[in-house]
């Protein structure tokens, strides 16, 4: 079965500075992987998703990841933080084969921006 | 369109009562999803419908937890009797049916916080 990895459950950056936030996914077979972002008291947004085709996917509000399966990362980056990326980033992950159709979400990465 | 909606969007209610959750998809979504979001556990999927049929329920805690989709614009979750630990955020979630669900977007609503004294 798929599962996904966040290293570091809480990240603080200054504002204008890079975010880059930690993705590791487990997966049998080729995975389909997703950001998702919860700002609070929000259901969660998606951010960007790779299926397939290019393996760096840029999203809203200026995010990107980019798919590396040598080292079975997802890594979020945006160059230059912004007070309002202050939120709660989810990775998740999903496979094609059947009863993996599901998403498989981390545990979840809370960003703090300092002024 | 609307988005997801969810009723109520905060629940305060004691142990042993029952709570219903309420849940409209987005139109035209074929999917239909029920996630439980707490500190401890993250964000866990309890059960997910496709054209209104249960399709996985292997996340549903137990046997007081159970969810109905009647029609395709209307699902509920109900805890029956309700405890103390079942407080938590319950999200629904919807996505449109293109044959690839592994690709699909998931369109959450605002959530259900509920409190279980």
């Known amino acids: 079965a798929q599962s996904v990895t966040q290293l570091g459950s809480h990240v603080s950056v200054s504002e204008g500075a890079l975010v880059l936030l930690r993705c590791n996914y487990s997966s049998s077979v080729p995975p389909y992987l997703f950001w998702y972002v919860q700002y609070p008291n929000q259901g969660l947004q998606l951010l960007l998703k790779y299926t397939t085709g290019a393996t760096l996917v840029k999203g809203i509000n200026g995010f990107e990841a980019e798919f590396k399966k040598s080292e079975t990362s997802f890594h979020l980056t945006k160059p230059s933080a912004h007070m309002s990326d202050a939120a709660e980033y989810f990775c998740?992950?999903?496979?094609?084969?059947?009863?993996?159709?599901?998403?498989?979400f981390g545990t979840g990465t809370r960003l703090t921006i300092i002024p | 369109d609307a988005g997801v909606i969810q009723s109520p969007r905060h629940e305060v209610t004691e142990m042993g009562q029952e709570v219903t959750l309420r849940c409209k998809p987005i139109?035209?979504?074929?999917?239909l999803f029920w996630y439980r979001q707490t500190m401890m556990r993250g964000l866990e999927l309890l059960i997910y419908f496709n054209n209104n049929v249960p399709i996985d329920d292997s996340g549903m805690p137990e046997d007081r937890f159970s969810a109905k989709m009647p029609n395709a614009s209307f699902s509920t979750l109900k805890i029956q009797p309700s405890e103390p630990r079942d407080s938590a955020v319950y999200f629904c979630?919807?996505?449109?049916?293109?044959?690839?669900?592994?690709?699909?977007?998931?369109?959450f609503g605002p959530g259900t916080r509920l409190l279980v004294l």
């Open positions: 979630a919807s996505s449109p049916s293109s044959g690839r669900l592994h690709q699909e977007t998931q369109y």
């Open positions: 139109s035209g979504h074929d999917y």
């Open positions: 998740a992950v999903s496979e094609s084969n059947f009863g993996n159709e599901k998403l498989t």
